[in-house]
């Protein structure tokens, strides 16, 4: 059974830092490129960060580049997101995703992050 769980969400500060965690299991997690997205209320979701399989390359929405890092741990089956520098306008649902091609693509539940001070 497919699962991504993310975990590490939270009330912050604006100015502050989070690192979300998203723990995957089910399937060969290495294989996949793994994203970050976010949905705040009334809004798309929209594309956070991305990280390719082996952890090679990474892109980010412009919005993020120089406060947000994403990286992975093939090891523990885990991909993270530091987020520094958070906005009250990035308080959003952050979900985790794993795809490979265009045919395997998966969900997390998503972490709520809220920023306010």
């Known amino acids: 059974q497919v699962q991504l769980v993310e975990s590490g969400g939270g009330l912050v500060q604006p100015g502050g830092s989070l690192r979300l965690s998203c723990a995957a299991s089910?399937?060969?997690?290495?294989?996949?490129?793994m994203s970050w997205y976010r949905q705040g209320p009334g809004k798309e979701r929209e594309l956070v960060a991305a990280?390719?399989?082996?952890?090679?390359?990474?892109n980010y929405a412009d919005s993020v580049k120089g406060r947000f890092t994403i990286s992975r741990e093939d090891g523990k089956n885990t991909v993270y997101l530091q987020m520094n520098s958070l906005k009250p306008d990035e308080s959003a649902v952050y979900y985790c995703?794993?795809?490979?091609?265009?045919?395997?693509?998966?969900w997390g539940q998503g972490t709520q992050v809220t920023v306010s001070s």
């Open positions: 995703e794993a795809t490979r091609g265009d045919a395997l693509r998966y």
């Open positions: 990280i390719t399989s082996g952890g090679g390359s990474t």
């Open positions: 089910g399937f060969i997690f290495r294989w996949y490129a």
